[in-house]
């Protein structure tokens, strides 16, 4: 083909773009030259002029643009749209300034280091990375940038639940390790963990609790993970040690504003954390975290018998996959089955060996 001109196939490999965003958003643009039947020609200074002024719009776009059409686009009228904003928040705060010109394979795998030594789980990592994955697949289709870059491969590793065992008792050495805390510290740390073992609750939960959301009727988690509220009944155990830490004046200093503002909300939680790292240190319980407490809560459940239905009910999980992770811990559920087929078939024997009355 003559220099003065290109094919279809070359004007969509000089835009660098898809036959999609060629035909929606340059195509109009272009003036067609029609050489025959099939044959369509561009104007190469015609194409080159456009790309200029494309290159210079997509490098004004940003991340946070493409995650804002991604909103108003789908997200918005989707299942769950709080869930689904507060991820698109977390993502637009740390990756929202890059410029989607120079968002690429290494920028994204930079993001995802820093997520990994902030101590981030894998399954919230790749949350942020799906939720980036879409907003820019929309991005592309928009015409904002040329492809969408790949993203680093996150395995979910199939690691085996951890909870507190009973033999030996690690509840009882990890709440006599709280003596290793100043007292005021070990007067609200050793209520919380009991809170947190006979509830469930995740830490987030708890810091948020406040006098008005304790009833006869138990505890109310406002605003939970999900964006959703959770009422759950409390134990005698766990309302004593509820009341003793509304009742705190150095915890209630400590969760201040926590329910309503997220930034002292991860204060509130760093604190416990650091704090919760020195008793399970102190009880050489390296591998204990305070989301262990709520593990903890769902396996004795499951290893008495309760049904993972109800343990997803008083824990809240979002799905019953959540829940059959503890599937596992059931007391032997199979042989129970067959106790109840056995039963049954050893009954009506019984009821056909009886001799019919005359």
């Not at 997520?115 to 894998?122: G, H, I």
């Not at 134990?235 to 503002?261: F, H, I, Q």
Request: aromatic fraction near 6%; charge should be positive; include cysteine.
């Amino acid at each position: 083909m003559s220099n003065g001109y290109l094919t279809l196939a070359q004007a969509r490999e000089a835009l660098g773009v898809s036959a999609f965003v060629f035909n929606q958003r340059f195509r109009p643009e272009l003036t067609e030259i029609r050489r025959g039947p099939r044959t369509i020609l561009f104007d190469r200074v015609e194409v080159e002029t456009v790309k200029g002024e494309s290159d210079g719009m997509w490098n004004k776009k940003k991340v946070s643009d493409a995650l804002d059409h991604a909103w108003d686009l789908k997200w918005r009228d989707s299942r769950g749209p709080k869930k689904k904003k507060s991820l698109m928040q977390q993502v637009d705060s740390e990756i929202g300034d890059v410029p989607l010109s120079k968002l690429d394979y290494s920028r994204i795998e930079q993001w995802v280091m820093e997520l990994r030594e902030s101590d981030k789980a894998v399954a919230t990592i790749k949350s942020r990375l799906s939720c980036l994955t879409f907003a820019l697949k929309i991005a592309c289709k928009k015409g904002w940038i040329k492809s969408v870059p790949m993203v680093p491969d996150m395995e979910t590793p199939n690691r085996k639940i951890r909870y507190l065992l009973d033999d030996p008792d690690e509840e009882r050495a990890l709440l006599e390790a709280t003596g290793v805390l100043h007292y005021q510290i070990a007067d609200v740390m050793k209520p919380a963990i009991v809170f947190l073992l006979d509830t469930g609750a995740r830490l987030s939960e708890l810091l948020k609790v406040r006098w008005g959301n304790v009833s006869d009727a138990g505890v109310m988690f406002e605003e939970r993970k999900a964006g959703d509220c959770l009422r759950v009944p409390l134990t005698p155990e766990a309302r004593t040690a509820l009341e003793t830490l509304l009742e705190s004046k150095y915890w209630m200093a400590r969760v201040r504003g926590a329910n309503l503002d997220k930034k002292r909300m991860t204060s509130a939680q760093n604190w416990f954390t650091h704090q919760f790292a020195k008793v399970r240190d102190k009880a050489k319980l390296h591998d204990v975290s305070a989301h262990t407490l709520r593990h903890t809560c769902a396996s004795r459940l499951v290893q008495a018998g309760v049904s993972l239905y109800e343990v997803r009910q008083l824990l809240g999980h979002s799905s019953i996959t959540v829940t059959e992770r503890y599937s596992h811990l059931a007391p032997s559920s199979l042989d129970r089955a067959v106790t109840v087929l056995k039963n049954r078939r050893l009954s009506n024997k019984v009821r056909k060996m009886r001799p019919q009355s005359q």
